[in-house]
């Protein structure tokens, strides 16, 4: 079974710009949840969604939104991106049924650096 | 955001040795999972915990989940190179936070042959 993959594994953009990254979980998986990892503050939740809806957020600016298809494939878009915005982006995805609800399987990330 | 407390930062071992890396929180938490982080590269899951007081091992690696829900431990026995990398605690709250985990800082592991 493919695992999480996310598109694209490495960008480059300027301040002000928006940026759209994607991700396609493992087959069968209906969760999808967003990551931001820095040195500075680790690994930061950033929202989930369950069967095409937001079912959870974390604690980000609303520049930071996210949809999900009915093929569970996910997006996350970052509008007028900030300095302070580069970091690597982890999709992970879950099966989110009985007692393996909570194990949730990332991708390889998305690089972002923003000049 | 909120963070699991993980101790050590890091770890400079030599191979053969066993390791012990542990997390701790103030909150309680449903369920722990340990993931392990080479660079390039998402967390790969390691071991799942879903109850007070269990003990789970894959391979070399065992973590439990601590009675008080509040903590965990990940042990790697007779440690090899390839364990090389940085090992993530990470925890649920509650079914309130379904997708959403709370990761600790790290322990960097590095092996020396």
């Known amino acids: 079974k493919a695992g999480v993959t996310q598109t694209p594994r490495y960008l480059i953009k300027t301040r002000g710009q928006q940026v759209t990254l994607s991700c396609s979980p493992i087959?069968?998986?209906?969760?999808v949840s967003w990551y931001q990892q820095t040195p500075g503050q680790g690994l930061q939740f950033l929202f989930e969604y369950f069967s095409e809806t937001q079912r959870n957020k974390g604690n980000f600016p609303g520049r930071f939104s996210g949809r999900q298809f009915s093929n569970s494939r996910s997006e996350m878009n970052v509008s007028t991106l900030e300095l302070g915005d580069s970091a690597l982006y982890l999709c992970?995805?879950?099966?989110?049924?009985?007692?393996?609800?909570?194990?949730?399987?990332f991708g390889p990330g998305t690089r972002l650096t923003v000049t | 955001g909120q963070q699991l407390n993980q101790s050590p930062q890091s770890m400079f071992i030599q191979e053969g040795e066993d390791v012990s890396m542990n997390c701790t929180s103030s909150?309680?938490?449903?369920?722990w999972l340990w993931y392990k982080q080479e660079p390039g590269e998402g967390p790969v899951l390691l071991i799942a915990l879903y109850k007070a007081g269990e003990l789970t091992s894959n391979g070399r690696l065992t973590a439990q989940f601590g009675i008080t829900r509040k903590d965990s431990f990940l042990n790697i026995s007779a440690s090899i190179p390839s364990d090389v990398g940085i090992y993530f605690c990470a925890g649920q709250l509650g079914s309130g936070n379904t997708g959403k985990l709370i990761f600790g800082q790290g322990t960097t592991l590095q092996v020396k042959p």
């Open positions: 992970a995805s879950s099966y989110n049924q009985g007692a393996l609800s909570y194990e949730q399987y």
């Open positions: 087959s069968g998986h209906r969760s």
């Open positions: 909150s309680i938490f449903n369920t």
